[in-house]
């Protein structure tokens, strides 16, 4: 059935998959999954939230039926319900949306934010070197991407994301600086309550 999902999926569905993979502690298979993503992620034809070549877009999907259109060319955000961990690292963000009460039902997060938030949790376990360039992707991303694979209402959870890593890969003082960042966004997700937990539990294990 996996198998099945990867080869006839979207980029979204690919996520979810590699997300499960990871979470049953299968990370050869989630990054291998991740590989295929990013190939689909690289076409020139790729629409995400609007943005998309659309001479090239045309000429890929013509002719098409629309679940091509979106398996071959259309990314989503990633969608995580607040009330199921899919990922254990993203435990205090979902409980912040939750205590809200927000009518928000879900986390969503960027597909390329997700895809190198696995490829780093993943590959610190099977593959040390890429565990670097993914913390690398994902900082040039967070940092400088703004509005086009970054959505400026999804920044507060990116930064989060960004910072989760950087504080699992002992980077304390970058850290805190993504956490302060993240708490001058917009809180789309309802996130603040994680953030500034975050932040005191770092400032209580010390910087050094």
Known sequence: MLKLAAKFGGISDLLFIAIYLYKTFRYKEALSVID????????????YRGHVDPEKYTDAVRGASWSTKINKAIAHDIELHKLVCYI???????????KTNSILLCLRIPP????????????RCVDLTRTQAAL??????????????????????????????????????????SFHQSLKEEQFNMIQMATRYRIQNLLKRGIS
């Open 36 to 47: 295929d993503i990013k190939v689909k992620l690289a076409q020139p034809h790729l629409m």
């Open 88 to 98: 254990h690292e993203l435990t205090p963000e979902r409980e912040s949306l939750e």
């Open 112 to 123: 390329l934010i997700m895809l190198h938030m696995i490829e780093f949790l993943c590959s």
């Open 136 to 177: 690398d992707n994902l900082q040039l991303l967070v940092h400088y991407d703004r509005g086009v694979f970054v959505p400026v209402e999804l920044a507060d959870i990116s930064w989060n994301i960004l910072e989760i890593c950087q504080q699992i890969a002992g980077k304390k003082e970058a850290a805190l600086y």
